[in-house]
């Protein structure tokens, strides 16, 4: 089957990503708007098989890392590079290796789940035929009833799970998340959760910017505290209990 | 299958899924629909009453029994004008212009048979044309389906989901241009179906003919890319999909309701021509006393110059009847008169339509509008081009009576013809012009046509370009 399709797809290879270097690195990246500034030499790896979680309030410089990491919008200073490519010179073969779940995950309604994600698969390159992305669906947690209804009928869980499916379909090296599991009821946060683990077990580099301080304890294997545009703070989860996550945060924020 | 296509795959089911442009093609395809039939039947029937006419107008000619050739040519005849089968598409100027004219002596007539003379006040309002649905609802219609079609992603976050899977921009919009396209396909195709079935039923369709219609689906096919491309372009540029449908409205407007309005007074004041009774009025006042170098012949002049022609000292003893020389050489002091009157008059209609043309840098309408009424045989200068070989067929039958009064008769003989005489004068046989000749007439609205599709892709392609996702 015909897979690639862009010209500069065919001609170009897909660069591997480093087997164990980092699958996305900031180096000294910067974003400011004006006098403003979103994001101040940031320096971070992530690895193969690695949940970082990016923690802090709004405006901190989260969604800002993930937009650059995207190529959404272009650095000030310092450069991102997603397997070892820097996205400000690579744009299209850099989101080659990732998938990317934003707080919403929109798809069209009036199309089926199935056909959302054979659409999204299809622009990634992907065709995994119908068989195989109904197991996607059901291995993201869809209902096998739900993956031919339109997705206009489906909850915000729902949709997540196709957003999850998108990426599993894709089979990226890195997986962008974007506050993924605001608004999710406790269960299908604890699912969410489960399948992101599934994926950091495929080696699968996962950043993810959250608020929710339980979750980035539970699912992340390090997590960086962001403020006003900085990295503050940066440990591994397992050598920090959740009190502490709690405390050093709070501390970084300058609450207590 | 390319990453394109499969955009435009999704596109297309998208839309087709919506009902919004399901009731909005049902409407617009019936109203094309129907337009065509309509118009279709219009142009059957007149072509009906136009055959019966000239066959009634004829035989009239050729039954009118023994009398003078000069009386017969003040007698006369109707010319009429065969309306291409293309101009159930568009009636473009005919039920303004007329499609007949009275041919015979000493004037050169309007013409008559204007259906918008007949029309109704209410009528002025209601003409539905297939052209009309082509040039004004269906963009209307591309407008109200892609409006969102980029600023809508971008306001739901999909365009991030999109762009995020690798995507190029490029890829996005050339995709969604083929969806929107093959939606509308969707409506156009039938009713291009229908219109050539029409096309072949109406009449004995000639390559000709064939070649104006394909030209002209190729003409409205571009239009709609224009209309398309344009609105990829200000989707992708305004702030949002409700910003992107105000503008879009606003283009709509402009280009359907003020430009030709625009247009129609704007060429009457820098090409301003005359009112129907200053015209006749200056005729006649010329055909009395002459302009310029053109007089009024001299009956004494000529009569001195056959006399002396034909050494005689009288005119009954010349072999020739005076009356026939003098009167057709009052005919050609008249076509010397008319000439000069309705060449101006002719001239000042195409500096008009080229006004109109011109202004089609700033609305597509008005070059598609010309396009489509020169292809469909329906525009001002194919109906100068009836009413010269109109013109010339009245003066070649002129000159045939006058020549028999003169060369069969004596000066002051009571001379009568007979049918021999009438069956003697052919039918006027008319040819269309060829379409080289239409599109030559047309290059500037081909020019302008040709500028609002490429420009328009180029702005989509510069819009999406700068499109921002976050």
């Known amino acids: 089957m015909h897979t690639m399709t862009d010209e500069s797809r065919e001609t170009v290879a897909k660069p591997e990503a480093r087997a164990d270097g980092a699958v996305l690195e900031a180096r000294g990246l910067g974003k400011a708007y004006g006098d403003t500034r979103a994001l101040v030499d940031l320096d971070l790896r992530v690895e193969r098989g690695e949940v970082y979680c990016l923690l802090g309030p709004n405006g901190a410089g989260k969604t800002t890392t993930i937009n650059l990491f995207l190529g959404f919008i272009a650095p000030t200073d310092g450069q991102a590079f997603v397997a070892s490519l820097d996205v400000a010179t690579h744009d299209r073969e850099t989101k080659r290796h990732l998938a990317y779940i934003p707080e919403q995950v929109m798809l069209y309604g009036n199309l089926t789940g199935l056909e959302n994600l054979d659409y999204f698969a299809a622009l990634s390159g992907k065709h995994p035929g119908p068989g195989r992305l109904r197991e996607i669906l059901e291995e993201a947690g869809l209902q096998s009833d739900a993956v031919e209804r339109r997705v206009s009928g489906y909850s915000k869980g729902m949709r997540q799970k196709v957003g999850i499916a998108i990426a599993i379909a894709k089979e990226a090296d890195a997986l962008l998340l974007d506050e993924p599991t605001s608004g999710l009821d406790p269960k299908a946060s604890n699912e969410f959760s489960a399948l992101l683990g599934r994926l950091r077990d495929r080696g699968v580099a996962i950043l993810m910017a959250t608020h929710d301080l339980f979750r980035a304890k539970e699912t992340g294997t390090r997590v960086g505290i962001m403020r006003e545009g900085r990295l503050v703070s940066e440990m591994a989860t397992s050598e920090i209990g959740h009190a502490d996550l709690e405390r050093v945060y709070l501390e970084r924020m300058g609450d207590s | ?470």
């Open chain 2, 1 to 470: 299958m390319t990453t394109i296509v499969r955009i435009a795959r999704k596109e297309l089911t998208d839309l087709v899924r919506d009902g919004r442009f399901r009731v909005g093609a049902a409407v617009i395809g019936s109203l094309l629909v129907v337009s065509l039939g309509a118009g279709w039947m219009q142009v059957r029937d007149a072509r009906a009453h136009l055959d019966a006419a000239q066959a009634t107008a004829r035989d009239h000619w050729e039954s009118q029994g023994e009398k003078n050739p000069h009386s017969a040519a003040h007698y006369g005849i109707y010319a009429f004008k065969p309306r291409l089968a293309l101009s159930f598409v568009d009636h473009g100027v005919d039920p303004y212009t007329g499609t007949s004219v009275w041919l015979e002596a000493h004037r050169q007539n309007d013409f008559l048979m204007r259906p918008a003379q007949d029309a109704s006040s209410a009528q002025r309002f209601g003409t539905l044309t297939a052209a009309g649905v082509l040039q004004h609802l269906v963009p209307l219609l591309i407008i109200l389906i892609a409006f969102g079609a980029m600023a809508g992603e971008r306001e739901q976050g999909t365009l991030r989901q999109l762009l995020a899977t690798g995507v190029g921009r490029r890829e996005l919009l050339a995709g969604k241009a083929l969806g929107i396209s093959a939606a509308l396909a969707l409506l156009v195709v039938p009713a291009a179906i229908l219109g050539a079935t029409a096309l072949l039923v109406g009449s004995g369709a000639t390559g000709s003919l064939a070649a104006r219609g394909a030209v002209l689906v190729v003409v409205y096919l571009a239009y709609f890319g224009a209309f398309i491309g344009l609105t990829l372009a200000v989707s992708a540029w305004a702030p949002s999909s409700r910003a992107a449908l105000v503008t879009l409205l606003g283009i709509w407007v402009v280009n359907g309701l003020v430009a030709p309005r625009v247009a129609v007074d704007l060429s009457s004041a820098l090409h301003p021509a005359p009112t129907a009774f200053e015209f006749s009025r200056t005729i006649d006042e010329q055909m009395a006393t002459g302009v310029r170098d053109i007089l009024p012949p001299d009956r004494e002049a000529i009569t001195q110059a056959l006399l002396t022609e034909h050494g005689v000292d009288q005119v009954e003893d010349l072999p020739v009847n005076l009356s026939g020389i003098t009167l057709q050489a009052s005919e050609e002091f008249g076509d010397r008169i008319f000439d000069l009157n309705y060449g101006q008059l002719w001239d000042t209609f195409e500096r008009q339509s080229r006004v109109h043309e011109t202004l089609a840098v700033a609305a597509p309408l008005l070059a598609v509008r010309a396009l489509s009424m020169g292809l469909a045989g329906t525009d001002v200068e194919q109906h100068r081009h009836f009413a010269a070989a109109a013109e010339t067929y009245r003066r070649d039958l002129m000159r045939q009576m006058n020549g028999d009064l003169a060369q069969n008769s004596r000066t002051g003989e009571q001379y009568l013809a007979g049918d021999e005489l009438w069956a003697s004068v052919p039918p006027l046989e008319y040819d269309a012009p060829e379409l080289a000749w239409v599109l030559g007439n047309r290059a500037l609205s081909i020019a302008m046509l040709l500028l609002w599709f490429l420009g328009a892709m180029v702005a989509a392609v510069l819009s999406v370009r700068r499109t921002r996702v976050a």
